[in-house]
Nanobody, 123 residues
Framework: EVQLVESGGGLVQPGGSLRLSCAASGLTFSNYAMSWVRQAPGKGLEWVSGINSGGSSTKYADSVKGRFTISRDNAENTLYLRMNSLKPEDTAVYYC????????????????WGQGTQVTVSS
């Protein structure tokens, strides 16, 4: 059974940083592209970032480009999202999601999700 478990969320002041982690099990992690998506209060899901199976290619939403960095450690079956210069509008539940293949195209072709971790950016 595929399991994705996010951690690292919390309350941070504007301009602060957080690093999210997603521990994967029940799959050959290195075979699949992964992504981070988020859902702000009262809003729909927003794709944030994707990374291919080997970690050599990444893509970001315009809203986070230059501030967020996605990475992965295939030896540790873990996905990361480093978030810098956080803004109140980054407040959301952040989910990691597994793609069906080794690339992040199409952007929304996921088949497994984690339970999410809350990120709140507020002074």
């Amino acid at each position: 059974e595929v399991q994705l478990v996010e951690s690292g969320g919390g309350l941070v002041q504007p301009g602060g940083s957080l690093r999210l982690s997603c521990a994967a099990s029940g799959l050959t992690f290195s075979n699949y592209a992964m992504s981070w998506v988020r859902q702000a209060p009262g809003k729909g899901l927003e794709w944030v970032s994707g990374i291919n199976s080997g970690g050599s290619s990444t893509k970001y939403a315009d809203s986070v480009k230059g501030r967020f960095t996605i990475s992965r450690d295939n030896a540790e079956n873990t996905l990361y999202l480093r978030m810098n210069s956080l803004k109140p509008e980054d407040t959301a539940v952040y989910y990691c999601a597994k793609y069906t293949g080794n690339t992040y195209y199409p952007l929304n072709e996921y088949d497994y999700w984690g339970q999410g971790t809350q990120v709140t950016v507020s002074s």
